[in-house]
């Protein structure tokens, strides 16, 4: 019962994945969910990438609730599928993507840059709407 436990945990963190690139058009065209981590106050200023899910991690403050969040993000994504995430200019994305791929076994691509990043590409954005 024990090797059939350890095969599982091998092939579990085989699967699980994270990757880092900054985001462009081709990407986005894919269709593949982004979802969007920064707070409500940064998604109404820049808008947020075409089909991007807000679900906000940190807070305004730097708080957050781990278990808030995965639940918000469970009911987005199947925690196999291939998503990206997505922030101001890739900090908080960076550290949350790696931990959900790294320790928990999603599979994230990093969207290193940033909004920031799309905005200086002119990667054309929509308004961010409640």
Known sequence: MKWLLALF????SLAAD????????K??????????????GEWKSTGLLKGAIPIMFFDERGNY?????????????????????ICNSGS????????????????????????QYAINKKIPLEPYRP
């Open 9 to 12: 945990l091998i092939g579990a």
């Open 18 to 25: 994270y990757t880092a690139q900054p985001v462009d058009q």
């Open 27 to 40: 990407l986005i065209d894919s269709h593949i969910k982004i979802i969007d981590i920064r707070t409500p």
């Open 65 to 85: 609730d781990m278990d808030a969040f995965l639940n918000a993000l469970n009911k987005k994504v199947n925690k196999n599928e291939r998503f990206a995430v």
């Open 92 to 115: 908080r994305s960076r550290v949350l993507g790696s931990y959900l791929g790294k320790q928990l076994g999603y599979n994230i691509i990093d969207l290193q840059g940033g909004i």
